[in-house]
Structure formats: C-alpha cells, structure tokens
C-alpha cells in the first residue's frame, strides 16, 4: 500500500510569490491534514479536510489555504510569501477523521528568499 | 485552550542506559501519540494511547498514560544509537474543534 506523497520535495521562492503543495493520502484514506514544522514553533496545525470539506482550521493568516478534491488528493496554497513562511510543510491523512491515528508524507521543504 | 510540554527537550545519553521522556497536557484529552522523526525524515507513528493506564510497548520502547495526571511517559530501555531522533507526543483536543497539539519534541542522541 502506497504511503502519503507530498510533492514537491523541495521548493524555493522569492518574498511575495505564491506557492502550491500538493499531497495524495493512502488509498481509502478521506481525511487529510497539513503541518507547518519550523524549529521555533514545532508543529502547528494548518487545517483538515475531510470528503472535500474544510472540518477544521488552525491559527494561520489567511495568506494559507486549501482545499481536497473528489479523490481525497489535497493542495495548499500560500500566497504573498514571507521569510517566515520558510519551514517543513507535512501533510497527514487518516482513514476518517482527525481522532484516528495519522500518517505522515516526507514533506516539503519551503525554503523563501 | 490546550497545550502540549514535552522534556526534556534534548537528551544525550549513553547506549545501554534507561531514561525517561515526559509529555504532560492541560485539558481533558481522549488520546495521546508518540511520533518518531529521523533527521530529513517524515514522522512515523509509534504508539497511540487511548485511556488512563494504557501501556505499550514495542522493542526498546514503553509508553504509558495517565490521564488523572495528564501525563504520558516514553520509556527507553537500554539504549541503542539506532533510536537517536526526535520524539513528539501529540494529543487531541476534546470538543468540536478537533486537532492535534503536539509538543515541541525531544532530540535524542544515543552515544556509543
């Protein structure tokens, strides 16, 4: 059974540009949700989606956002990129919803010049 | 609102010692994690714990939790360098806004 697949691996954009992740979760999996580690902050929620649905949202400016197609594959978007944005951004699904054990992807690595 | 502390946060310590690393939370929470991150790896899960007094354990690694005390303890049992990573404990929030609140991770070196 395939894992979680987040591409890109690595990416590097300038202070203002809008970027796109990507993450397909385990087959049957329908719940899907996105971290932001930085050695600072640790690992803080983005959001969950689940059937399409954005269920859940963490403290993030709305520069961040999401979504999760008919096939559970989900994107994030972050726009007008800043220094800060620069962290590992993972992606975890779950076979329903967020109280079920996760399983992460090998993440992306946003690094913003 | 709900938070997570984990300590240590770095640990060094010996092959072949014991040693404990503790997560506590400060509100009422249904399940507790333990997650591994190797260096540029994603994390991997170790152990979920699902109520008060729950113990499990796989090879070298024991973890329990108590949750009168909103405590959870990960337990390394002669340790070897193979289990130098990091280590989270995540909790889920009760309520309608469920999420998961992770600690900060302890680094963990195992010197031969």
């Known amino acids: 059974k395939a894992g979680v697949t987040q591409t890109p691996r690595y990416l590097i954009k300038t202070r203002g540009q809008q970027v796109t992740l990507s993450c397909s979760p385990i087959?049957?999996?329908?719940?899907v949700s996105w971290y932001q580690q930085t050695p600072g902050q640790g690992l803080q929620f983005l959001f969950e989606?689940?059937?399409?649905?954005?269920?859940n949202k963490g403290n993030f400016p709305g520069r961040f956002s999401g979504r999760q197609f008919s096939n559970s594959r989900s994107e994030m978007n972050v726009s007008t990129l800043e220094l800060g944005d620069s962290a590992l951004y993972l992606c975890?699904?779950?076979?329903?919803?967020?109280?079920?054990?996760?399983?992460f992807g090998q993440g992306t690595r946003l690094t913003v010049v | 609102e709900l938070k997570v502390e984990q300590n240590p946060l770095f640990l060094s310590m010996q092959e072949g010692k014991n040693y404990t690393i503790y997560c506590n939370y400060s509100?009422?929470?249904?399940?507790l994690y333990w997650y591994r991150q190797d260096p540029g790896k994603s994390l991997e899960s170790l152990f979920v714990?699902?109520?008060n007094g729950a113990v499990k354990q796989e090879g070298r690694l024991m973890a329990s939790l108590d949750t009168k005390a909103r405590l959870s303890t990960l337990h390394i049992t002669a340790a070897v360098h193979d289990l130098s990573a990091t280590y989270f404990c995540?909790?889920?929030?009760?309520?309608?806004?469920?999420?998961?609140?992770w600690g900060l991770g302890t680094s963990l070196a195992v010197n031969p």
């Open positions: 975890a699904s779950s076979p329903t919803a967020m109280n079920t054990e996760a399983f």
């Open positions: 087959s049957g999996h329908r719940s």
């Open positions: 989606y689940f059937s399409e649905t954005q269920r």
């Open positions: 509100t009422t929470s249904d399940r």
């Open positions: 714990l699902l109520s």
């Open positions: 995540a909790v889920n929030n009760a309520g309608n806004n469920r999420k998961l609140i």
